[in-house]
């Protein structure tokens, strides 16, 4: 089956073909550990099981690589300002040692592995800490000293961005604007104010030597190709993550280990839209964000969010409403309803699967496959009870919404309720026909008091314990 992916660096979608026939590279940039992730940070690796899913669907051999950022110059895209580990020191009131910087690294990315597990986001092959590969940056600002495409001034060492005469300049790798999303610091040593930093000198005790310049920290840019390449070698397959790495990390990511090496340092780069608030796109810095845990304690199962995301293209930005998230939870919990329905057994439809395969060769076009869902459900002519449920379950594989485990344990949860809570629910169903709507809330308030919460859906309601 023709895959078709959306390449960023060509700025169309092109025919994935993996540089070893039937294996795929595949690096994500992972989460800098000083605060938990939000759902927007979330929105990415989504995207990126359901590739892994969809290669390996394929039949690939996927080695997929996460990075986790616990050290360096931590401060995004910006050269200047404080490490946001050393934020994350300050707001926990930890002392500032090296020791205390690592406990949070490990609770932010202990909390992080938990959200990928909650969301059925498969664990990558390989995470690595930044803190472990300090040596393969070394090696790479080593490099490019040597061939004279970076250069020493007080606080650090730096990328000569007037030697890689194609920085900002390639498909849909534009330069961002230097007042808004790329921030560059203004630093008068530098050459070019595009100029980024490889190695920051450290102004402390903490730090890794770096002969002969003493003590310092790895620019943030330098560990994605330090890693990448160790693990993946290079060039690899595809690299994703969200779309405002691609003004200046991405940017910088490429300028430096071509430069370094003479070769790209991957042959696909895909890239997903926001997870907007309001008139803005959720983010730590400006605390306009919203963690997984939020979700949970609002009512909201992580795998309706997972349904949720789905139901838009990566390529497209989805505006965050609660009340969106409770149809699409709804929705999500009366197909696992139906699915628990259907009968064991059965074989799946080629010719389901023939569509579903186009739909996701169409660069990953969830919202089409997951339409095929409720074609499959609909479709009374040509399937069976069983044939449905083993169709579904094997689109599952892709979509990842856990249906087998999730249809049955809604089942057990169901079958658990308690008489009274039962009886509280069917009075309520009355009401709602009958259009008592004051009547219907206050029974929806009593069950709720009870620690129940009801939904309804298009099939009728249904009863569970909350969250």
């Given at each position: 089956?023709?895959?078709?992916?959306?390449?960023?660096?060509?700025?169309?979608?092109?025919?994935?073909?993996?540089?070893?026939?039937?294996?795929?590279?595949?690096?994500?940039?992972?989460?800098?550990?000083?605060?938990?992730?939000?759902?927007?940070?979330?929105?990415?690796?989504?995207?990126?099981?359901?590739?892994?899913?969809?290669?390996?669907?394929?039949?690939?051999?996927?080695?997929?690589?996460?990075?986790?950022?616990?050290?360096?110059?931590?401060?995004?895209?910006?050269?200047?300002?404080?490490?946001?580990?050393?934020?994350?020191?300050?707001?926990?009131?930890?002392?500032?040692?090296?020791?205390?910087?690592?406990?949070?690294?490990?609770?932010?990315?202990?909390?992080?592995?938990?959200?990928?597990?909650?969301?059925?986001?498969?664990?990558?092959?390989?995470?690595?800490?930044?803190?472990?590969?300090?040596?393969?940056?070394?090696?790479?600002?080593?490099?490019?000293?040597?061939?004279?495409?970076?250069?020493?001034?007080?606080?650090?060492?730096?990328?000569?961005?007037?030697?890689?005469?194609?920085?900002?300049?390639?498909?849909?790798?534009?330069?961002?604007?230097?007042?808004?999303?790329?921030?560059?610091?203004?630093?008068?040593?530098?050459?070019?104010?595009?100029?980024?930093?490889?190695?920051?000198?450290?102004?402390?005790?903490?730090?890794?030597?770096?002969?002969?310049?003493?003590?310092?920290?790895?620019?943030?840019?330098?560990?994605?190709?330090?890693?990448?390449?160790?693990?993946?070698?290079?060039?690899?397959?595809?690299?994703?993550?969200?779309?405002?790495?691609?003004?200046?990390?991405?940017?910088?990511?490429?300028?430096?280990?071509?430069?370094?090496?003479?070769?790209?340092?991957?042959?696909?780069?895909?890239?997903?839209?926001?997870v907007n608030m309001g008139e803005a796109k959720m983010a730590k810095s400006g605390d306009n964000f919203i963690t997984l845990q939020t979700l949970r304690d609002k009512g909201i199962h992580p795998l309706a969010y997972r349904y949720y995301l789905l139901g838009a293209s990566y390529r497209t930005p989805i505006d965050l409403n609660h009340e969106a998230l409770k149809a699409a939870q709804n929705t999500y919990f009366d197909l696992l309803r139906t699915i628990a329905s259907l009968e064991a057994g059965g074989t799946p439809s080629s010719s389901y699967i023939g569509r579903f395969s186009i739909a996701l060769g169409d660069d990953l076009n969830t919202a089409e496959a997951v339409s095929l869902v409720y074609a499959i459900l609909g479709d009374v002519e040509h399937l069976s009870s069983a044939d449905k449920r083993a169709t579904i379950f094997d689109f599952d594989k892709v979509l990842g919404l856990d249906i087998e485990n999730q249809s049955k344990k809604l089942v057990e949860e169901m079958n658990a309720i308690p008489d009274d809570i039962k009886k509280l629910a069917s009075a309520r169903e009355d009401a709602r026909k009958a259009k008592d709507f004051k009547k219907s809330d206050e029974l929806r308030d009593q069950i709720a008091k009870e620690g129940f919460e009801i939904m309804d859906t298009d099939s009728g309601s249904i009863v569970r314990k909350k969250l």
């Open positions: 089956m023709s895959l078709q992916l959306y390449n960023t660096l060509t700025g169309k979608k092109e025919e994935f073909r993996p540089i070893k026939d039937g294996e795929v590279g595949l690096y994500t940039c992972g989460p800098t550990v000083y605060n938990y992730a939000h759902i927007g940070n979330l929105r990415s690796y989504v995207f990126a099981d359901v590739l892994k899913r969809t290669l390996r669907y394929n039949g690939y051999k996927v080695k997929h690589v996460l990075n986790i950022t616990d050290v360096g110059h931590l401060t995004s895209d910006d050269d200047n300002g404080d490490d946001k580990m050393i934020k994350a020191l300050k707001r926990e009131g930890k002392p500032f040692t090296f020791v205390a910087m690592q406990e949070i690294a490990r609770k932010y990315e202990t909390a992080f592995t938990e959200d990928l597990q909650a969301l059925n986001i498969e664990l990558p092959d390989v995470m690595p800490r930044a803190s472990d590969n300090i040596a393969e940056d070394i090696e790479i600002v080593q490099k490019l000293l040597e061939k004279g495409i970076a250069y020493k001034i007080s606080d650090g060492i730096y990328f000569d961005t007037a030697k890689f005469p194609s920085y900002g300049t390639r498909g849909g790798f534009k330069l961002g604007d230097l007042k808004d999303g790329a921030r560059v610091a203004v630093n008068a040593e530098k050459k070019n104010p595009r100029d980024f930093s490889l190695w920051k000198f450290s102004t402390t005790d903490l730090g890794w030597d770096f002969p002969p310049y003493g003590k310092g920290f790895p620019g943030w840019h330098i560990e994605c190709s330090a890693m990448s390449r160790k693990y993946l070698g290079q060039p690899f397959d595809i690299h994703t993550g969200g779309i405002d790495h691609i003004p200046t990390h991405h940017q910088n990511e490429i300028a430096q280990s071509e430069a370094a090496y003479d070769m790209p340092l991957a042959n696909v780069w895909m890239h997903n839209e926001f």
